[in-house]
């Protein structure tokens, strides 16, 4: 079993920057993968960006050159810078984390409120 905590949230005015962080705890042995996905209000959850244990990265274009993702200091943290935010990027933001290659190692934290005020 592995958990995540989500941390960083808040709210920042539009333009602002927050930085999340997502911490993994109990057998993190098990994930090699983490990502971050947001669901906003009556919106389905979207994919925002991953990163891989080789530090590839991928992002959902419309936070691509705003936001960074990244693995600071051991495998099982992550965090993502958040720049130029805007109203539109309110969100409840998950951490999750998975084994490349085995679906069945999957994992959810219970998410962070951002919210970008206009």
């Known amino acids: 079993q592995v958990q995540l905590t989500e941390s960083g949230g808040g709210l920042v005015q539009a333009g602002g920057s927050l930085r999340l962080s997502c911490a993994a705890t109990?057998?993190?042995?098990?994930?090699?993968?983490m990502a971050w996905y947001r669901q906003a209000p009556g919106k389905q959850r979207e994919l925002v960006a991953t990163?891989?244990?080789?530090?590839?990265?991928n992002y959902t274009d419309s936070v691509k050159g705003r936001f960074t993702i990244s693995r600071n200091g051991a495998k099982n943290t992550m965090a993502m810078q958040m720049s130029s935010l805007k109203p539109e990027d309110t969100a409840v933001y998950y951490c999750?984390?998975?084994?490349?290659?085995?679906?069945?190692?999957?994992?959810w934290g219970q998410g962070t409120q951002v919210t970008v005020s206009s």
């Open positions: 990163i891989t244990h080789t530090g590839e990265t």
């Open positions: 109990g057998n993190i042995y098990v994930i090699n993968a």
């Open positions: 999750y984390a998975w084994r490349v290659g085995f679906k069945d190692y999957n994992y």
